[in-house]
């Protein structure tokens, strides 16, 4: 049974507890489709909390969910381009839905905005979660964090026409 959950917009006071749920993740979920060395050069770039605060008052539609006492358990990131940068819920949390029910807030933001498409560039973990959403696999991409060959998946939705609101 999935918990009970609320999602709402970013708040200064957020930064803190979502740059711990992005280490979380990777720490503990990354062993899961990467080898050490790929998950050691991906928290070599993990977002520090200041650095998620600044990135977040940039405009874009950042969305975290919380639990049922309003904690911050996952969050993301809806840029004006159509770019999900960020998808990571707390490991504690993981497989209850919540990754979907934040790409689904995100969709709902992209009709709003009429953004004709949606993508993000979803880790092993993650792709999944937007296959089922509807995305589509565009490509398997190869790059390098420190030296360190890691890869990812570029995945686009195309936001229906007429589906504002």
């Not at 970013?10 to 979920?29: H, N, T």
């Not at 600044?54 to 358990?73: E, H, K, M, S, W």
């Not at 949606?118 to 993650?126: G, I």
């Amino acid at each position: 049974m999935n918990p009970p959950i609320s999602i709402r917009s970013y708040k200064k006071g957020d930064a803190g507890a979502l740059a711990d749920i992005y280490r979380k993740g990777v720490e503990r979920l990354g062993p899961r489709a990467y080898r050490p060395e790929q998950v050691a050069a991906w928290l070599s770039i993990a977002p520090s909390a200041r650095d998620l605060d600044r990135i977040y008052c940039d405009g874009r539609f950042t969305r975290v969910a919380l639990d049922q006492n309003g904690a911050p358990i996952g969050f993301g990131d809806l840029a004006k381009t159509g770019h999900i940068h960020f998808l990571y819920v707390d490991p504690d949390f993981a497989g209850q839905g919540i990754g979907r029910a934040l790409v689904a807030e995100f969709l709902r933001d992209a009709r709003c905005q009429s953004l004709e498409t949606v993508f993000s560039d979803a880790s092993e973990l993650a792709r999944p979660v937007f296959l089922r959403a509807g995305f589509k696999c565009i490509a398997r991409q190869e790059h390098a964090i420190s030296r360190t060959r890691i890869h990812n998946y570029h995945m686009c939705f195309a936001v229906p026409r007429g589906s504002g609101s």
